[in-house]
């Protein structure tokens, strides 16, 4: 994934992006950089792989010898960045959020046509950013040159410039997939992923960008240069699993819609009788604790934590590059309390399911700690398509899907000419599939929520939300 976060002020505002990048953490752990507008006029940039550590122990030093009354600050799972680009429309720091699936077709295209060179990293592959300016640059007007880029790019790209005039451009993705909230205080603007990000600076909510909108954001203002389109197709992943508990996008607040998730998925479960004798709800940490919280608020049994993560000293579990390492680390960090398992009959709420790896880790060490039954629930419905718009960790090829494994180990290749039947709990293929998922994994039931209710959980017009995951719908 990755996020940006951006400020122009009267005054300098090194501090803000500092600690604005910072509370994006969570969304990136490759690579980061912080660029200013200094005083005399020049861009500075720094950027730090985060595999020694945090953004903040990484960038303490740098932000100390930084000044600037505009500066931008990002963290990327893969592209180091900001660039810094001199060219005919000025000298500028760019960045961006997002993935390019059609990355080496257009590189392929511009060397063919145009000629030129792009820097390559060891592995040989062009720097994404790096794409983006080229195709800016392609165009006479800066402003058309990035709406070229937009139309060129498959997938999905918010881009952030900082110009070296203390000028700041902001181009949210065609389909508005991903979100860029606006900020305001006395003395500027702002901009970010996560809302509260710049709440916490003391910056008040401004506004949202809508789908492909334009922005130059000043000091004394932000202008519209390219209005937003109506239609959008916001990921709802950003409610369901990633997106900080404390931010809010189009008005709806993460943690209340994940509380609200649970209990609608409490009331199917009540209704059909399937949570009869559970002594705790309990939710996978940390994302499927608030779907829990509202899960027990919602059918009334008692919520309760039968094991916690050690944090200290790991506080992120997928930073480690193999998967064996990052399922080493997922459990030593898992410490039991043995009385809140032991003879107990649990149900877990997850926020999704993708792979299940790490489940069936958790499932035998709840049972080798003396739990009588593990109930699993997925805070959103079956996961049947991988992602192709973003840059999601936890989705990748559709082959590696739990769901997909699964249909094929019941009946080969064609039973994925069902995949509707198969979401569907109420079909035949639907029941073998979560039996088959709970036999593989030693749960006692499953059930998943429906598309239907999370949708309503996040309370938006259903036709902005991307559920491509769910139902391949694009
Ligand atoms: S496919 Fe899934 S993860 Fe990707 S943007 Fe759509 S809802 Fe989000």
Redesign the pocket.
């Known amino acids: 994934m990755g996020a940006f976060f951006g400020v122009v002020s009267k005054r300098d505002c090194i501090k803000d992006v500092f600690f604005g990048t910072d509370y994006h953490s969570h969304l990136a752990t490759a690579c980061a950089g912080l660029a200013v507008c200094r005083p005399d006029g020049q861009l500075q940039r720094k950027i730090h792989n985060l595999d020694k550590g945090p953004f903040r122990t990484q960038f303490e030093s740098s932000f100390n010898v930084m000044e600037g009354n505009a500066a931008i600050g990002t963290i990327s799972d893969h592209d180091p960045q900001p660039l810094i680009i001199k060219s005919r429309h000025g000298v500028y720091a760019i960045c961006y959020v997002g993935i390019i699936n059609n990355l080496e077709a257009l590189v392929d295209e511009h060397l063919h046509e145009k000629g030129g060179h792009f820097g390559v990293s060891t592995g040989g592959e062009v720097n994404a950013v790096e794409l983006i300016a080229t195709l800016i640059e392609s165009k006479e007007d800066f402003i058309e040159g990035i709406r070229y880029a937009q139309s060129r790019i498959e997938g999905t790209a918010n881009i952030l410039i900082l110009m070296e005039d203390e000028r700041i451009i902001a181009v949210r993705d065609y389909m508005g997939?991903l979100p860029i909230l606006l900020g305001k205080n006395e003395d500027g603007y702002c901009l970010a992923f996560e809302s509260f990000s710049y709440q916490k600076l003391g910056y008040e909510d401004f506004r949202e960008l809508g789908p492909a909108e334009i922005v130059e954001m000043t000091k004394d203002g932000v202008k519209t240069i390219v209005p937003p389109r109506e239609e959008m197709?916001i990921?709802?992943?950003l409610w369901t699993y990633y997106g900080y508990p404390t931010s809010t996008y189009e008005g709806v607040n993460v943690e209340v819609m994940r509380t609200r998730n649970g209990a609608l998925l409490a009331q199917d479960d009540c209704k059909k009788g399937n949570n009869k004798g559970v002594d705790y709800v309990c939710g996978v940490p940390d994302s499927g604790t608030p779907h829990a919280i509202g899960y027990s608020n919602g059918c009334g049994i008692p919520f309760a934590r039968p094991y916690i993560k050690y944090t200290p000293s790991w506080s992120r579990s997928f930073m480690p590059e193999k998967q064996v390492d990052r399922n080493e680390i997922a459990k030593m960090k898992q410490v039991p309390v043995t009385q809140l398992i032991k003879d107990k009959s649990l149900l877990f709420v997850d926020d999704s399911i993708v792979r299940g790896t790490q489940l069936r880790e958790t499932v035998n060490f709840l049972y080798n700690n003396g739990a009588k039954a593990v109930h699993m629930r997925s805070a959103c419905p079956p996961i049947m398509?991988g992602?192709?718009?973003?840059n999601?960790s936890r989705?990748t090829s559709d082959r590696e899907l739990l769901t997909r494994r699964i249909i094929v180990e019941l009946e080969g290749e064609e039973g994925l000419n069902y995949i509707d039947e198969y979401a569907d709990s109420n079909t035949e293929r639907g029941k073998k599939m979560r039996q088959a998922i709970c036999d593989k994994f030693g749960f006692t039931s499953l059930e998943y929520q429906s598309l239907e209710n999370m949708m309503n959980s996040i309370g938006i017009d259903k036709c902005k939300l991307?559920?491509?995951?769910w139902n391949g719908k694009e």
């Open positions: 997939r197709r990921c709802s992943f398509f992602c192709k718009y973003l999601f989705a991307c559920t491509y995951c």
